[in-house]
Structures are given as structure tokens and as C-alpha cells.
């Protein structure tokens, strides 16, 4: 399969993101409420508690998380569970299974045609935002570059784990509830809504082991040079490389229960 | 009789259709109470790193999520089908058939529009709450908790009124989706005390956008006690606000024009 074909599927997906851009513009708007939510919370909790660092985080150490929370959020986002999810209750998965290069990469270009215009509507603005209103840094090249490379390892893990989830559609049909559990549980052991430092050590050493850092938390940690760069890389690359691997066996299962006759 | 006979009838149906899959029910349910419980979770990860958000102890900001997740949840069983009910034949071009109907429009579709989906997270915001005044030993025979009532009373007349005026835009703009999204983001600015906030933004929550009944003057009412000119002061907004959301109803409603979109 060349880049071309690949390149004509993200087209696709960048088509049904603009059907969306309302969605994608009141999200523009809403996203620096969440960083001044967390800039008055944590400034109150810094304030009263005394302390100019809290578990390795000063104040600005805070804030620069947060725009870089949302930052990583838009770049990885992916509900290709959803599209599945769709696909399978209209009976329309066939669509995906005639083409001649297999579903995975179908939804993988399909997702990332989505996510180009998300990184053009929301990730660089919230990126100029971030710099201009909350002192965000630039990082310099070695960990900027590193970044990136985190990112779309950061990506690669969260749409495995979200296709994954979807391929279970092909047994239960319904998965909203799946979603939602998959969501809470990224969001949260990911570091979306507090840095992994301030969780409980145990927890910590559970999160290690698990993919849902790798998604968030460890781009961030890798921009603000606060983990090793090669070791974060390569533990985010074996997830990958499992991950890839999982669906593979379970793509192939799922492809021979298909009946095509939706919901 | 007949709107609650009707609204009783759908979550019946509603049931039905959900236990067709009963695996994705039972995550479903599952999911939801996850998502709420991971609030008072990281409130406890904040309390136990830090000495947390001036002036409210964990029990009591635990109290405080309590009613915000109850005044959500409320607002997710009782009105939020109703802007997705209209959203959707508004832009189908089907909504013709609400107004054919003997009953008042508005009433009927808040009605049909009951989502069950919502209940999790109202047993769950009572659940915590209760948990909160239990350890608070709260006296619930008192006026602070009349208060506490009436004020979750508006903070769902909230709900009703915004979910009334997004609907209504519906009528002009036809896919104004987007603005439900950007009304829950804002709400996000209820998830933490409003003493939390400089003043501009106390004030811009109170009286312009008066979200902060949602659980920040419960929570006072019942923890700190409020007089009653304060408590006809923040409720006055959300009234001004709901009567100039069902006006905004019957305005918008003589727009449309079957036409899709």
C-alpha cells in the first residue's frame, strides 16, 4: 500500500473534522477555562498550604503541566472505539473490509486525517496561548524533538488502545460503556487531572506497568526534561510494539465474526 | 398528571431498549460511577499531599462534589434528552410533529425527554453527600438544611433554563451542538468553591452566570449558614434567567420552518 492511499483516508478523516468544526471552535473556546480553573485552584492550594514546591512541582511547574495536558490531549485524541462501535450497529463495517489494505490502517489514517486538523485548530493555538498567557517555555531542540517523537509514540498507544476496545464491538455491539470506562481510566492514570507525583507511591509503581502514563504523562514529563528521554522512548515503543501485536491476533478473530447485518 | 404519566412511560422504554445489551448496561453503569468516584479521588490525593483548598476541610469539599454530582445528575435524568430531542428534529426537519400535538411543546418534550442514563450519578452525588454530613455530623432538622434543599431546588432550575435557551437556539442556528459542549466546559467552574476564584470571575458565577448555585451556595448554606437576603440575592439571577429562557422558547419556536438542516 503506498502513501498515497494512506494520504487519501487521512483526506477523509480531515473531511469529517471540518463537518465538526463548530465542535472544534466552542472547544478552542473552552479549553483555556479548564487552565484558568487549575490556575485559581492551585494557586489557592499553594498559597495555603506554604509551600513553593510540592512534590517536585512549583506553582509555574503546575500551570505549564496543565497547557501541556491539553497540548498532548488534542495531539492523541482518538474515538476510533466509536467509529467502530458505529460501523458495526449500521452494518456498515463492510465498507472498510472491501478496500484492499486491511482495517487497521483504514481507521489508523482515517483517525490521523482527524487529528491534523485538530493539531492545526486547537493543539497550535493552545501551544501560542500557553507560551503568551501562561509562561509556557520553549524547550530547547534535543527535548523538543523528543517531544514530538513522544507524542506520536503517545498517539500510536492511545489509538491501539482505543482500537483494541473497539474490536470488542464485533462481540457486544454496543460498547458506550466500555468507552466511557476507557476514558475515565486514561484520563485519570494518564495524569490528566493531577501529575502521577502526587499520587500514592504504590499506585505510582502500578502506573509503571501499565500504558495509560505513556499516553500523557510521559510527554509532558519529557518536555518539561524531568525523565530520562531514551528510556521514556523506548518504554513507550514496546507498548506500541505489544499493542500492535494484540491487535493483530484480536483483528483477525473479530474480522471472522462479522455478519454485516447492523443492529 | 399525564407529563409525569408520559415521562414514567419513556424511562420504561428507555430501560428496555438499554437492557437489550445487558453487558454494555452493566459497564455502562459501571463506567459512569467510575467517572464520578475519580472526583473524591483525586480530592483525596490533593488533601493528602496538601493542606487543600482554603477553608474547606476534605469532608467538606467532599460534601461540596456531593451536590455538585447530585445538581448534574439531576440535570442529566430530567433535562438533557430535552435539548438532543429537539436538536434532532430540528435538524431533520421532523419537529412539526411536537406541534401538532395537544400539549404545551415544552412540557411534553421535557417529558419524553427523561434519560434514566443520569440516575447513577444522582444516587451517587446523594450517596457522597450523605457520606460528607454524616461525618460532618450535620444536622438535617435545621434551616441550613432547608436552605441546602431549596438551593439544589435552583440549581436544577439552572440546568432547565440553560438546556431551554441552547434548545431554543437550535430553532435559529439549527447545529448549535457546540454550545452545549461549551456550556458544560463552563460549568467545569462550578467543580471547585467559588472562594477559590478572584472577584470578577465570583461575581460572573453568580449573577451573569449563575452556575455557582449548582453546589458552592448549597454547600454554604448548609456548612456556614446564609441569611435569607443572601439567598434571595443569588436566586434571582437563575429565576430572571429561567423566565427569559421559556420567553426565548416561545420566541424561537415561531422560527421554524421545517426545513432542516
Excluded at chain 1, 463537518?19 to 479548564?34: D, F, G, K, Q
Excluded at chain 2, 448549597?218 to 440575592?233: D, F, H, K, Q, T
Aim: charged content about 10%; some cysteine; aromatic content about 16%.
Amino acid at each position: 500500500m503506498s502513501i498515497n492511499h494512506h494520504i487519501g483516508l487521512a483526506n477523509i478523516g480531515i473531511k469529517v473534522a471540518t463537518r465538526y468544526r463548530w465542535e472544534a471552535i466552542a472547544s478552542l473556546i473552552a479549553t483555556p477555562v479548564s487552565l484558568i480553573i487549575y490556575y485559581f485552584l492551585w494557586k489557592s492550594i499553594f498559597t495555603y498550604t506554604g509551600a513553593s514546591v510540592i512534590r517536585g512541582f512549583a506553582f509555574n511547574d503546575m500551570v505549564q503541566y496543565y497547557v501541556l495536558s491539553m497540548i498532548v490531549g488534542f495531539f492523541t485524541w482518538s474515538q476510533v472505539d466509536g467509529w467502530i462501535e458505529n460501523d458495526i450497529v449500521n452494518g456498515w463495517m463492510f465498507r472498510g473490509m472491501l478496500l484492499p489494505i486491511g482495517l487497521t490502517p483504514w481507521y489508523l489514517s482515517f483517525e490521523m486525517g482527524i487529528n491534523v486538523y485538530n493539531i492545526v485548530v486547537q493543539m497550535i493555538p493552545i501551544f501560542l496561548i500557553g507560551i503568551v498567557f501562561f509562561g509556557l517555555p520553549i524547550a530547547p531542540a534535543v527535548p523538543f524533538l523528543a517531544f514530538i517523537m513522544s507524542i506520536v509514540f503517545a498517539f500510536l498507544i492511545y489509538f491501539g488502545l482505543a482500537y483494541l476496545l473497539g474490536l470488542g464491538a464485533f462481540w457486544m455491539k454496543r460498547i458506550q460503556g466500555l468507552r466511557k470506562v476507557r476514558r475515565m481510566l486514561v484520563a485519570f492514570l494518564g495524569g490528566s487531572f493531577i501529575p502521577l507525583a502526587f499520587f500514592p507511591q504504590w499506585l505510582q509503581s502500578v502506573s509503571h506497568f501499565l500504558p495509560f502514563e505513556y499516553v500523557k504523562s510521559v510527554p509532558i514529563l519529557i518536555y518539561l526534561q524531568r525523565v530520562p528521554v531514551i528510556e521514556s522512548l523506548l518504554a513507550q515503543l514496546a507498548w506500541v510494539i505489544a499493542l500492535y501485536v494484540i491487535i493483530h491476533f484480536v483483528a483477525k478473530m473479530a474480522v471472522r465474526r462479522y455478519a454485516g447485518v447492523g443492529l | 398528571m399525564k407529563y409525569p404519566r408520559l415521562a414514567g412511560k419513556m424511562v420504561q422504554i428507555q430501560l428496555n431498549k438499554d437492557l437489550a445489551y445487558k453487558a454494555n448496561f452493566i459497564i455502562s453503569i459501571l463506567g459512569m460511577l467510575l467517572g464520578d468516584f475519580i472526583g473524591p479521588l483525586v480530592a483525596i490525593i490533593i488533601y493528602s499531599t496538601t493542606l487543600g483548598i482554603p477553608g474547606w476541610s476534605l469532608d467538606q469539599f467532599l460534601l461540596f462534589q456531593g451536590t455538585y454530582t447530585l445538581v448534574f445528575g439531576l440535570g442529566h435524568v430530567l433535562c438533557l434528552g430535552f435539548f438532543y430531542t429537539v436538536y434532532e428534529a430540528v435538524e431533520r426537519g421532523e419537529f412539526d410533529k411536537y406541534l401538532l400535538k395537544p400539549y404545551n411543546s415544552w412540557l411534553y418534550i421535557m417529558a419524553i425527554g427523561i434519560d434514566w442514563d443520569g440516575s447513577p450519578e444522582v444516587l451517587f452525588g446523594a450517596a457522597l453527600t450523605a457520606y460528607a454530613m454524616i461525618q460532618l455530623h450535620t444536622n438535617i432538622i435545621s434551616a441550613g438544611f432547608l436552605a441546602y434543599l431549596l438551593l439544589v431546588a435552583v440549581g436544577v432550575l439552572f440546568q432547565y433554563t440553560i438546556i431551554t435557551l441552547i434548545a431554543s437556539g437550535s430553532f435559529l442556528a439549527v447545529k448549535n451542538e457546540a454550545l452545549m459542549q461549551t456550556f458544560y466546559k463552563l460549568s467545569d467552574f462550578a467543580r471547585y468553591p467559588l472562594s477559590v476564584y478572584g472577584v470578577g470571575l465570583r461575581f460572573f458565577l453568580t449573577f451573569l452566570f449563575p452556575v455557582a448555585i449548582s453546589a458552592f451556595y448549597p454547600a454554604e448554606a448548609l456548612l456556614r449558614g446564609m441569611s435569607i437576603s443572601n439567598i434571595v440575592l443569588v436566586i434571582v439571577p437563575v429565576i430572571v434567567l429561567f423566565a427569559a429562557s421559556l420567553w426565548m422558547w416561545n420566541m424561537t419556536i415561531r422560527k421554524y420552518s421545517s426545513a432542516g438542516g
